[in-house]
């Protein structure tokens, strides 16, 4: 068809312009203006497009497909790669020529290049400097510390199934990183990033921006990885799993039955201390795989016959040792000295069993001499504790209902003050500190007393419910401070555990408060409570009687129900004499008659 004449004229000053390689004025549809492309839309019936609408959406579509190259496409390549890696191409419609060419002809064509570029340069005008093309922005990555030498060097792309991986038709082949970024190219075509995840990248980046830099870690003496998050124990399953007993590099030396197990206060020590029948307390490092024993003490004067007879300092500097002697011993863990006080802590010279029995038989003579210090002739020290916190006070139980304040913080070891508890029938059979200032009792009689320390007053007084004469065994708490976590648990001789609350702490100075009410009582075992233990935030408590064998339950504390799941009819508990959990609850525990101290990783608190 005959064009137009003054379109033929249009196209001729079309073409005479200078034109990019490639390009046919003919066939580019971007060449055409609006008139022409109203014909061919009534000649061919195609649609008609305006000039400027598909200039827009050829922009469009450049920046889709440009889109496409980016992303994890270069994630693989190299700062070096830009230079062996052709990224970007010019289709100018010549016939490519063979890679194979002589050099001479490679030098001819520079040469001719040259001196066209500077012709150009000398004709046009120096308006402003032309900037050289931007260089393609690759990831930084360090070089591979190993390089397969079975990889191919190059991949063919003849292969009817790779050509789709190609960005020309004269490609035929590709090297090992290009070739695996096409892949991923082409993977990420078919199956595009969810939005999910790319906004789970977007706020993964966001928060390593923020992160804690190098100069704010060496700063602090803090562990990297910083405070685990509270653990939510759920009732009725706990998930634990049974270790290698903690004693067992003593077991064949016929230590006797357990009497103490305690772990070491802080979280940094996985250290246990272990008391036993035979008069020896021994230090075994807790890793959960050989336990290694790390020290042992021989007392051979002092028999330790209660959970308390063995105490570490809050701080963790030393070891306590008491029993039914009017001495004690201490023992520095820095230096791995034992100190005798032979002079205990009232100014007593016994020093063998036989002066203990005969001070207590002038002690039932007359009591002059007793009644001078408070009910304390040559009396023992089985009955302790230390105040929570820097323990700068130690609580004795004595005879005739006395608790005596010992100052610890000075080093001397005076009596500071006593507390008077009842007419002191059935004697003082626990002691716990719920705070640095005040101090829980128990009496034989199964009554309570809540003393506060500075001011040396009961604030506090109630019989356990269903106590009697002589049915007050053990009193224990928990050591959380949080609303909701704060428990009081008494054991009878009946079996029963009666579990109060927080308004059970609460004080009045006029002192008429009603009698507390427990939350609930626990009835799973039927035997005298000989052992309760909380956890560090109060989730756990463990109830264990002597016994019975087998007579230990976990309690779950918030729901106050005992844990279904264990212990079962094959847990080999035997008769329980003392439990313990370490300091962050990752461990538990447990010591029997046979000398065997059982543990137990609860996988809850695990690392």
Known sequence: MARHARKKQKLSQETSKSQPLGTDPLTDDALKDDEERRLESMLFGTKFVPRDRDTAVNTVEDDKRASEYTGNVFNNLLDSDAFYIQLFFVDDGAVIPDFELDNENDDQDDDAEARDSEAESSSSSPSRPRSPPPKPSLKSRKPPAWVDPSDPPTVSLAASRL????????EEALSG????????????????????AAKARKEKKEESGDGVGIADLLASTSGILGRRNKVHLKAGQVELERLRDANLDAQASGSGAVRVVTFYPSERVPVLCVGSADRRVRLFNIDGHTNPLLQTLHVPSLPLTSQSSVAFHPLGSSLLLTGPRPFFYTHDLQTGTTTHHARGLWGTTFNTVNDVSSSRKRGRKGKGEDSENGGMGGEGMEVTGFSPGTGEMLAVAGRGGYVHLIDWKSGAGQVVGSLKCGGGGGGIRSLWWPSAQQLAVLSGDAEVYLWDVGERRCVRRWKDQGGFRGAGRVIAGSPGTGEGSIFLAVGSNTG???????????????????????????ANLTTTISSIRFNHDAQLMAVASQEKKDA???????????????????????HVTAVDFSARSEYLAIGNTRGRVLLYHLKDYGV
């Open 163 to 170: 050509r789709k991986l190609r960005d020309a038709p004269t």
């Open 177 to 196: 990183r290009e070739y695996e970024a096409r892949l991923r190219r082409q993977y990420e075509r078919i199956n595009p990033e969810p939005a999910w």
């Open 496 to 522: 029963f555990v009666n579990v109060y609350g927080a308004d059970s702490f609460a004080s009045s100075p006029s002192g008429d408060l009603p009698t507390p009410k427990p939350l609930k009582s626990i």
């Open 552 to 574: 230990l339950r976990l309690v779950h504390t918030p729901s106050l129900t005992s844990f279904a799941n264990w212990p079962t009819s094959g847990t080999p508990l035997g």
